[in-house]
């Protein structure tokens, strides 16, 4: 977000984290300096309930995570995670903010995840009906209802175009598996901009 400010790019920085992580302290430091430079960054929390197997009531006073941004008196907001629409209308919001050259935003979207943490999150802090409620409000059912509903597509059209990726993602799948391994001569490879980047060689040998 500096470079971007600094060089007048006219980019956009969109920074995002879960709600665990915007109880550290480093998130207040980054707030700060946004606002002291008005950089263009949107910060976004993605609240889903839950940071690993802790809910939010339990990590602060209040669940509120967006009145974070008050005390620095940043834009900032709840979105309804959930809602594909309100979620765009929100960032391109934020988005014009930061290119207008008026400084940073902290949104809040509040969603919810589905399943675990991990592989090991036997997910004994919720009940399995509190996950069906939350599927009923899936952004992907609701944008499908905004199409059938507006009659942009049809369901066979739908279902074509449901294959479709079905069978990129398939296809993508097995040329991951069976590709080779990179070779190791390219692992720096436009990773470092400068080709003699101090203390570690372009390219190994």
Known sequence: AFADKYFETG???LTYFGDGAARQGSLHEAFNMA???KLPVVFIVENNGYAMGTSVERTANHTDIWKLGLGYEMPCGPVDGMNPVKV????HEAIDRARRGDGPTFLEMK???YRGHSMSDAQ???TKEEVEEYRKIDPITQVLDIIKDNKYASDEEIETIDNR???LVSECEKFAEESPYPDMSVM???VYEQENYPFLPHKLQ
């Open 11 to 13: 980019g956009v920085t």
């Open 111 to 113: 969603t919810y995840r």
């Open 88 to 91: 765009a209308e929100a960032m």
């Open 35 to 37: 606002m002291l430079w």
């Open 188 to 190: 720096y490879n436009v």
């Open 124 to 126: 004994h802090y919720r």
């Open 165 to 167: 990726v079905k069978d």
